[in-house]
């Protein structure tokens, strides 16, 4: 979702790029080079990492918070083994810059997060393990450049980012997605967990690519949110969504559902001042993806899903 508009913008600018995912070699843009490889394996890494001067690692589990808590291994393990050997395998192969992404979810719940605050709190219980995850890779970045003096590692915090190539399988897909999907579908009345009180700071994945090639050229080894810095409210969304449906759906709050933590606000004002301002608003983001999605069904299921894997083997998609 985020590396394909991160690899458009970096063949823009020249770059030779390399793809390590498992994804299917569709979906890969046919002016960069395409590895399809399990970055769970230290020695697929250091493939992919040989003779690259920057490495964005793009590797994370995304499923809603129902998959969660269910699949908690799912989530931590996976993530805690690619990350450790992508970051050290850069390393070995002389890597001048990194960036790791890390989550949203590293937080504890708060109105507004702030990038120094992470290691006061714990992880949201919706985000336990996952958090806890991205969190482990956040301090391998920070052990590295204290040891090493590899002062060229950059972390991001992306809040709910959305766009195509998303996720939308209907058992695990996050709330923009199976919102959007089930619109679509024509799903009348329209029935959406708790009272569409809870805010979330959403931002569309073409802003987050924009973001991190900023992070790499001028972040210097900082941690940056990237986030739109504004809340929008779930029943907001679901305005947005509907209203772009003809007939428009009645929508029925189930309110026995959870809603999730209340406000989740990222504060952008460190990436702000090094010139990261998001372009997609939130109406222009739902509008194009929606329209996206009606004409891209048959290809959402050409993304790799772990949850999906018969085997429960390989790894999630990387970029």
Same mark, same amino acid.
């Given at each position: 979702?985020?590396?394909?508009?991160?690899?458009?913008?970096?063949?823009? &600018?020249?770059?030779?790029?390399?793809?390590?995912?498992?994804?299917?070699?569709?979906?890969?843009?046919?002016?960069?080079?395409?590895?399809?490889?399990?970055?769970?394996?230290?020695?697929?890494?250091?493939?992919?990492?040989?003779?690259?001067?920057?490495?964005?690692?793009?590797?994370?589990?995304?499923?809603?918070?129902?998959?969660?808590?269910?699949?908690?291994?799912?989530?931590?393990?996976?993530?805690?083994?690619?990350?450790?050997?992508?970051?050290?395998?850069?390393? &070995?192969?002389?890597?001048?810059?990194?960036?790791?992404?890390?989550?949203?979810?590293?937080?504890?719940?708060?109105? $507004?997060?702030?990038?120094?605050?992470?290691?006061?709190?714990?992880?949201?219980?919706?985000?336990?393990?996952?958090?806890?995850?991205?969190?482990?890779?956040?301090?391998?970045? &920070?052990?590295?450049?204290?040891?090493?003096?590899?002062?060229?590692?950059?972390?991001?915090?992306?809040?709910?980012?959305?766009?195509?190539?998303?996720?939308? %399988?209907?058992?695990?897909?996050?709330?923009?997605?199976?919102?959007?999907?089930?619109?679509?579908?024509? +799903? %009348?009345?329209? $029935?959406?967990?708790?009272?569409?009180?809870?805010?979330?700071?959403?931002?569309?994945?073409?802003?987050?690519?924009?973001?991190?090639?900023?992070?790499?050229?001028?972040?210097?080894?900082?941690?940056?949110?990237?986030?739109?810095?504004?809340?929008?409210?779930?029943?907001?969304?679901?305005?947005?969504?509907?209203? &772009?449906?003809?007939?428009?759906?009645? $929508?029925?709050?189930?309110?026995?559902?959870?809603?999730?933590?209340?406000?989740?606000?990222?504060? $952008?004002?460190?990436?702000?001042?090094?010139?990261?301002?998001?372009?997609?608003?939130? +109406? +222009?983001?739902?509008?194009?993806?929606?329209?996206?999605?009606?004409?891209?069904?048959?290809?959402?299921?050409?993304?790799?899903?772990?949850?999906?894997?018969?085997?429960?083997?390989?790894?999630?998609?990387?970029?």
């Amino acid at each position: 979702m985020v590396g394909i508009p991160l690899v458009r913008m970096l063949l823009e &600018q020249g770059a030779h790029v390399r793809i390590a995912s498992l994804d299917d070699a569709s979906r890969a843009n046919p002016k960069a080079e395409f590895k399809r490889t399990d970055l769970r394996s230290f020695d697929n890494c250091l493939d992919a990492c040989r003779g690259m001067d920057a490495v964005f690692n793009l590797l994370c589990v995304k499923g809603s918070p129902a998959v969660t808590k269910t699949r908690p291994a799912s989530f931590f393990v996976p993530m805690i083994t690619f990350n450790t050997n992508l970051m050290e395998a850069a390393r &070995q192969a002389g890597v001048k810059r990194y960036l790791f992404t890390s989550t949203v979810g590293v937080y504890s719940p708060a109105e $507004v997060f702030h990038e120094d605050d992470v290691w006061k709190t714990f992880p949201s219980e919706n985000d336990w393990f996952a958090g806890w995850a991205k969190r482990m890779g956040e301090l391998q970045a &920070q052990a590295y450049q204290i040891e090493y003096g590899w002062k060229d590692i950059t972390i991001v915090r992306p809040a709910n980012v959305y766009g195509p190539y998303d996720n939308f %399988d209907s058992v695990n897909a996050t709330v923009m997605a199976s919102l959007i999907k089930r619109a679509v579908s024509g +799903e %009348d009345p329209f $029935v959406v967990w708790g009272d569409g009180s809870a805010e979330r700071d959403f931002i569309h994945a073409e802003d987050v690519a924009r973001g991190m090639l900023l992070a790499v050229e001028k972040g210097g080894g900082q941690i940056l949110n990237l986030g739109s810095g504004a809340g929008t409210s779930i029943r907001r969304l679901v305005e947005i969504i509907t209203g &772009q449906m003809d007939p428009r759906p009645k $929508v029925v709050w189930d309110t026995s559902k959870p809603s999730g933590d209340r406000k989740r606000v990222m504060d $952008v004002s460190r990436a702000k001042a090094i010139g990261f301002k998001p372009a997609v608003t939130i +109406e +222009e983001g739902v509008k194009d993806l929606m329209k996206w999605y009606r004409e891209n069904r048959d290809r959402t299921g050409k993304r790799y899903d772990i949850f999906n894997d018969p085997g429960g083997k390989a790894v999630p998609a990387a970029g």
